[in-house]
């Protein structure tokens, strides 16, 4: 079935005869009486009661048009779609996020999204920077926002903001009363460790290796994100590397203190990452703008 006849159609049920529905559509009755004969051939039924005054639909006729007008609203609604999703104001985009810019960035660039495209939908996968990668790679996700980036020339990284991660202990504990350690102290010291492929861990790595490296260590205790790394911290659990977004306010408030240990702060980029294999749409184009204008 053709559109335009499916048109005309309707057309000629809605204005009661083929020369109204003529006039209606910009075209010839002739034009008008072939799309008819076309359609019903195509069909093998007539549609129309020709005779009748105003023309109307015959009982084949009036079970086609619910259908032709349903097959006509999703012609406009593709149409719409893809014109707001060329122009940046429609689209879904998927996003796998690591824990830092899942939680401080992401929402301030939804929300300066949804003000300049309130049509986009967005779904937030949230990991690690690692797992984040592994689902652009294989093709979940359209676009990952990660604190670290991996060797791979397939991957578009574009930078969208900065972090550091900072040494922190509760304040009062043993370990925070000089405001510092040295790389032995820091051996020993209990420490709340990351899991392997977080941002964080890959930023402090160097510095975790010469503690690896000492005869003695102190004990670890593995978490698996920032929330729980924090949460381990107010209880005194040990020192931590952390990301300084996401211990300001205890910081200002007093509840945990930044040590100094040679090495840090370590300061990181987050960045938004994509294939360099699919051309991002417009909607992700648009996300990636309002992402750095957060950062």
């Not at 007008?69 to 429609?90: P, V």
């Not at 797992?131 to 359209?142: E, F, K, M, S, V």
């Not at 510095?207 to 593995?222: E, H, K, M, S, Y």
Request: one cysteine or more; charged letters at 20%; hydrophobic letters at 45%.
């Amino acid at each position: 079935m053709d559109i335009h006849q499916l048109q005309t159609f309707l057309a000629i049920l809605e204005h009661g005869s083929f020369s109204r529905a003529a006039r209606a559509l910009h075209i010839t009755q002739s034009t008008v009486s072939f799309h008819i004969k076309a359609l019903e051939d195509r069909l093998g039924v007539v549609l129309l009661e020709r005779r009748a005054r105003p023309v109307r639909a015959t009982s084949a006729g009036a079970t086609l048009a619910p259908y032709a007008t349903r097959i006509l609203a999703l012609r406009d609604e593709a149409k719409a779609t893809l014109q707001g999703q060329g122009a940046g104001t429609a689209g879904n985009i998927a996003v796998a996020c690591s824990t830092i810019p899942a939680v401080y960035l992401l929402p301030g660039a939804l929300a300066r999204l949804r003000r300049t495209s309130p049509g986009i939908s967005v779904s937030l996968e949230v990991s690690d920077s690692s797992r984040a990668i592994a689902a652009l790679r294989a093709r979940d996700c359209d676009l990952a926002v990660v604190g670290a980036r991996e060797q791979d020339k397939r991957i578009v990284y574009t930078p969208i903001g900065t972090d550091e991660v900072v040494l922190v202990a509760r304040a009062g504990d043993a370990t925070a009363q000089t405001g510092e350690l040295s790389a032995g102290d820091l051996a020993s010291a209990p420490i709340i460790l990351r899991e392997e492929g977080s941002g964080t861990m890959g930023a402090v790595a160097d510095i975790l290796a010469v503690r690896a490296a000492q005869r003695q260590t102190g004990p670890a205790i593995r978490v698996g994100s920032t929330a729980a790394a924090r949460q381990c911290l107010l209880q005194g659990l040990g020192v931590s590397f952390i990301s300084r977004l996401a211990v300001a306010e205890d910081l200002r408030e007093g509840r945990l203190v930044e040590l100094s240990l040679l090495g840090t702060p370590v300061s990181r980029r987050i960045y938004a990452a994509r294939m360099r294999a699919r051309e991002p749409s417009a909607a992700v184009t648009q996300l990636i703008r309002c992402l750095k204008q957060g950062g």
